[in-house]
């Protein structure tokens, strides 16, 4: 019955600290629109943004920043993302670890954006 992941939302306490970091450091792509909220394109996919001050309905009954746990998939071998974040000066707080996803096994790191969600960087390829 579902194929995929359209889109998710973080609650964040600033849009435009949280689009600078991830496209500073992961490459993803600021997409605003008139009455939308604010969305970081990568793939297929987008993250949208909410700011905790002027969140969209429908909303998360709680929204809150820094409550996100997610794993985002490289386009890129591992070591260019941590390269990234090294130069970025975001500290891994785990990995590069092997772990198993929805497409079987990968390695992956483990980092915190601005709001202190918790991102998983995997890259399939071996």
Known sequence: MIAGIDHFVLTVRSVEDSCAFYQRVLG????????????????SQKINLHEVSRTFEPKAKTPTP??????????????????????????????P????????????????????????VSDYRE
Do not use: H, Q, W
């Open 28 to 43: 993803l792509k600021r997409l605003d629109e008139p009455e939308r909220p604010t969305a970081l394109l990568f793939g």
């Open 97 to 120: 670890v092997d772990r198993t996803g929805a497409r079987g096994t990968m390695m992956s790191v483990y980092f915190r954006d601005p709001d202190g969600n918790l991102v998983e």
């Open 66 to 95: 820094g409550s996100g746990d997610f794993c985002l998939v490289a386009a890129r071998p591992l070591a260019e993302i941590c390269a990234s974040l090294e130069a970025n000066g975001v500290a891994i707080e785990v990995g």
